[in-house]
C-alpha cells in the first residue's frame, strides 16, 4: 500500500488544518506523530470495513478523522491546535500501534506557534 501525507503548515494556537492521507488501497488507516526528541505516538485511526474511528486521549474532541466515499483518502481536521500538537504527522496502515509490516507515507509538517 502506498500513501502520502499532505496538508500541514504553520498555524497559530487555536487555529485549524486538515492533513490529507492518499491511499493506493482500501486500508485501515492510522495518523501517528512525531515531535522532535519524541517517540512517534498514535493520534487517530480509521477502520475501512466499519469506519469505526479511534483517538488518542490528548486529541479527543479537537480532532476529527474521516474518509471520502471512495475510501481512498483520509482526512484528519485538526481544531484547536496548541504548540504541544507540533509534531511530523504520518498517515500509515497501522491503527493505534505501530507494528512490523505496515506501509507509511512521507510525512508532514505541522507547526503550531505564534
Known amino acids: 500500500v502506498q500513501l502520502q501525507a499532505s496538508g500541514g503548515g504553520l498555524v497559530q494556537p487555536g487555529g485549524s488544518l486538515r492533513l490529507s492521507c492518499a491511499v493506493s488501497d482500501f486500508n485501515d488507516i492510522g495518523w501517528f506523530r512525531q515531535a522532535p526528541g519524541k517517540e512517534r505516538e498514535p493520534v487517530s485511526c480509521?477502520?475501512?470495513?466499519?469506519?469505526?474511528?479511534f483517538y488518542a486521549d490528548s486529541v479527543k474532541g479537537r480532532f476529527t478523522i474521516s474518509s471520502d466515499n471512495s475510501g481512498y483518502t483520509v482526512y484528519l481536521q485538526m481544531n484547536s491546535l496548541q504548540p504541544e500538537d507540533t509534531a511530523v504527522y504520518y498517515c500509515s496502515t497501522d491503527c493505534m500501534r505501530i507494528t512490523p509490516f505496515s506501509s507509511w507515507g512521507q510525512g508532514t509538517l505541522v507547526t503550531v506557534s505564534s
Open positions: 480509521i477502520r475501512s470495513s466499519t469506519g469505526s474511528t
